[in-house]
């Protein structure tokens, strides 16, 4: 079941979910880079002290430190943003965590272009540079409901995981009988013409342009990929196959992440699928007071999905409009 | 291992024996306490120690460095012996502090932590966040034992860039320093008890000499990774063999 936009919120689901999961859970280990409440960890540090560590503003001791905690047996979940926990301490994840395949949660705050805080704060390729390593487990959901179960599904896995989570109010966009899978992609919506197929952030308005799409007689299938790696293959060819082009949705460079994954998969499947990619296309993202703006700016809309599909289509004449969605404060729709 | 090969990582082990050996004969329990090898091209010196404690025999060691074998020249997830050890520099440091803090975490106040550093590894940003959370979480059970032999790849450390004074530097970290001769045995076993007497997160620093123990080096012989050729090889075992007769 889906709920319908706009969306309500909630805050820090992550927070509380991974104080729920530690009260049951000896193991787990909550490690901050110096942004605790911005990572929802001021919970975990409220309430479990004694197993909150506080790296400070170190992230490459944090990480080998991480890995070394894993080793001893405890599960450590690290805690920054996106851009500071796979950039600078990339070497360290791959020869602390990811080669010696260690239980690390690393979990990165403020995906895409979520953050108006100029380029240094944009994770805009954290996925394709965490999907290259060997062992890793590369997730991005798209709301409270898969957060929630998102941190029960990795906390045993045996190796690394980056998890990517939305910073600040959260939309609630499934219902409580959503199941997250780690292993399955879900088909939101079944249609013939078009696949679209999303992640993160993105899967909201890939819904929302599904919807204008049929207003204009195009039928869309909307495919939920929160698992970018492992990717569920078997589920995007399957739904490939049912429409005649495929655009795929990611808060991120369209290098190396969720469009650049399902390509392979297409290729290597002998699909031949047009296909479009939204996402940045291959720029940073500069000057900016909100994250819609910069949406806007770099085609990552409803609007940019729908005429994605249309151009993979073919169609000459004009794609239909998007509306642009009044949203009351304290809740969400997508740009 | 260096000598059938005719290179390899010999400046480390001449620098490192006395320091791992007093180690490995002295305060170091291997079942109780962490050892990390943080410069994985270290692991030739841990495993030519290995033998003398019983954790590896002389035939095993006869594969170091060979297609196939466990026993890669640079240190690996499979090296036996060690508890950590990366051939990517700087992090070993960071690894030994995690093993610390788990200690630290689950009330354990028995477990030591020791963990081989080399002086090239200063320059390294890591160390010294490493160094500042080490002693703001207070972690008394972790000693550093640096093998601070000037060298590394391009030349003398000292030449490269100035990684002096480390025993300040150290302590004003908030860390107990020893700096003593690295190749006094005396001197390492005396550094090594003050060092887990003391409640701070230690070091022993080891002046050393990558060409130690060997006369028929000649001047300026690579220390980072040695092509020996086999005259040279040949007039090193006689040198030790007269030495140990």
Redesign the interface.
């Known amino acids: 079941m889906l709920n319908a936009p706009p969306y309500p919120t909630v805050l820090k689901p992550y927070g509380r979910a991974l104080v729920d999961l530690a009260r049951e859970r000896e193991e787990i280990v909550c490690l901050s880079g110096d942004l605790t409440r911005q990572t929802e960890v001021d919970l975990f540090q409220e309430e479990i002290p004694a197993r909150f560590i506080n790296a400070g503003m170190a992230e490459a001791n944090m990480m080998s430190m991480a890995g070394a905690l894993a080793r001893c047996g405890h599960i450590p979940f690290v805690h920054t943003f996106g851009v500071f926990a796979t950039r600078r301490p990339f070497d360290q994840i791959v020869n602390s965590v990811a080669y010696p395949n260690l239980p690390v949660r690393i979990v990165g705050f403020m995906p895409g272009v979520s953050s108006p805080g100029g380029p240094s704060h944009q994770a805009i390729e954290d996925v394709a540079i965490m999907r290259a390593l060997p062992n890793m487990t590369v997730i991005d959901v798209a709301d409270a409901v898969e957060i929630r179960q998102a941190v029960r599904a990795i906390v045993d896995l045996p190796g690394p995981v980056y998890l990517r989570l939305k910073r600040g109010e959260i939309p609630v966009i499934f219902g409580d009988d959503h199941e997250f899978s780690l292993h399955h992609a879900q088909v939101l919506q079944e249609g013939h013409d078009v696949a679209l197929m999303a992640s993160g952030m993105m899967l909201a308005s890939s819904l929302a342009a599904a919807a204008v799409l049929e207003t204009a007689g195009v039928s869309a299938s909307v495919v939920n990929i929160p698992v970018i790696k492992p990717i569920d293959a078997s589920t995007i060819v399957r739904v490939a196959l049912g429409a005649r082009a495929v655009v795929t949705a990611e808060n991120h460079t369209i290098v190396g992440g969720l469009g650049s994954a399902v390509a392979e998969v297409l290729a290597e499947a002998g699909l031949g699928r047009r296909l479009r990619r939204v996402g940045l296309q291959d720029t940073f993202a500069e000057g900016a007071q909100s994250a819609a703006w910069l949406f806007r700016k770099y085609h990552l809309t409803t609007q940019d999905i729908v005429d994605s599909a249309w151009v993979a289509l073919d169609r000459t004449d004009a794609a239909p409009t998007a509306p642009v969605l009044v949203t009351p404060l304290g809740e969400y729709s997508p740009v | 291992m260096v000598a059938p090969h005719g290179f390899g990582y010999l400046g480390q082990a001449l620098s490192s024996a006395e320091l791992l050996a007093a180690l490995f004969t002295g305060p170091f329990r291997p079942n109780t306490d962490k050892f990390v090898c943080s410069p994985g091209h270290y692991i030739i010196a841990v495993f030519a120690a290995a033998p003398d404690l019983g954790l590896l025999t002389d035939a095993d060691l006869s594969s170091y460095g060979e297609d196939g074998s466990r026993f890669e020249a640079v240190g690996t ?1 499979r090296s036996p012996v060690v ?2 050890t ?3 520099l ?2 070993g440091l ?6 610390a ?2 200690a630290q ?1 689950r009330g354990n106040r028995d477990s030591r932590v020791f963990s081989l550093v080399s002086d090239g590894e200063l320059e390294e ?2 160390t010294w ?2 160094a ?2 080490a002693a ?1 979480r207070g972690l008394g059970n972790l000693t550093v034992l640096l093998d601070a032999n000037d060298s590394q790849v391009d030349g003398p450390v000292s030449w490269v860039t100035t990684v002096e004074p480390i025993a300040a530097k150290w302590e004003s970290f908030g860390w107990a320093a020893f700096d003593i001769d690295g190749h006094d045995p005396h001197a390492l076993t005396a550094a090594l008890s003050m060092a887990l007497d003391d409640s701070r997160p230690s070091i022993v620093i080891a002046r050393t000499s990558t060409g130690h123990g060997l006369s028929c080096l000649p001047d300026g012989a690579d220390g980072h990774f040695i092509k020996i050729s086999p005259e040279l090889v040949e007039a090193a075992v006689a040198e030790l063999e007269t030495r140990l007769a």
């Open positions: 997830e508890d950590l990366c051939g990517s700087g992090q960071s690894g030994a502090i995690g093993f803090l788990s975490l940003g890591q966040e490493a500042m959370f703001h």
